[in-house]
């Protein structure tokens, strides 16, 4: 393994030097507590932001659908539903996760999360058909289109408005990241 430049290498007094303003002599017990707190609080935020956009259900997914087209030689996965806008405003892009599964079975055949924006905007209570073609990835695998009792369990993890403004502001994926952050904090 080569050595790094001794420009990049981190001096460690440097770090504490930079560091001791924000630490104001606490000792590491202390830094961990309080970043525990803040991390509950933040999470604690997240999760009712979270459970009230479910509540709200106001961006619905329906007829999810996959399976496989033949157009000419080409044979390839499709992804297919319906997404009504079910708020009082005008939705610009909604972000989904969408999961193929079958009964019995823990892990799912594929995921993937896609983003569709829609041009001119899903007026309140219009409702669009999306056929999408996930290329690449296990949507891709050939014994997938054997599936019989595959389903396709779509879900909306954010949406924005007319004027490009997250209903959520942050992703499911950042409060992953906080719940492990804390659980290791433990």
Same mark, same amino acid.
């Given at each position: 393994m080569a050595a790094l430049p001794n420009d990049i290498i981190v001096n460690q007094y440097v770090t504490l030097i930079r560091l001791a303003?924000?630490?104001? *002599?606490?000792? *590491?017990?202390?830094?961990?507590?309080? =970043?525990?707190?803040? /991390?509950?609080?933040?999470?604690s @935020?997240? !999760?009712?932001? %979270?459970?009230?956009?479910d509540n709200a259900g106001a961006i619905e997914i329906g007829s999810p659908n996959y399976y496989w087209r033949t157009? *000419? %030689? #080409? !044979?390839?996965p499709t992804v297919e539903f319906s997404v009504r806008n079910g708020t009082k405003a005008p939705v610009s892009r909604v972000y #989904?996760?969408?999961? #193929?599964i079958s009964p019995g079975r823990s892990i799912p055949w594929a995921k993937q999360?896609?983003?569709?924006?829609?041009?001119? *905007? #899903? !007026? +309140?209570? @219009?409702?669009?058909? /999306?056929?999408?073609? +996930?290329? $690449? $990835?296990?949507?891709?695998?050939?014994? =997938?289109?054997? /599936? +019989?009792?595959? !389903? =396709?369990?779509?879900v909306v993890t954010n949406f924005e408005d007319a004027n490009g403004q997250r209903v959520l502001p942050t992703g499911s994926d950042d409060l992953e990241l906080k719940r492990k952050v804390r659980a290791m904090l433990q």
């Open positions: 303003p924000k630490l104001n *002599g606490r000792t *590491g017990a202390a830094v961990i507590r309080d =970043l525990t707190i803040k /991390l509950d609080a933040e999470i @935020e997240m !999760e009712s932001a %979270r459970q009230n956009f157009s *000419g %030689r #080409l !044979e390839q #989904l996760s969408a999961v #193929l999360d896609f983003v569709q924006t829609f041009k001119g *905007g #899903l !007026e +309140p209570r @219009e409702k669009q058909q /999306l056929t999408i073609e +996930p290329r $690449g $990835g296990d949507w891709s695998d050939k014994q =997938l289109k054997y /599936l +019989p009792d595959a !389903e =396709l369990k779509v």
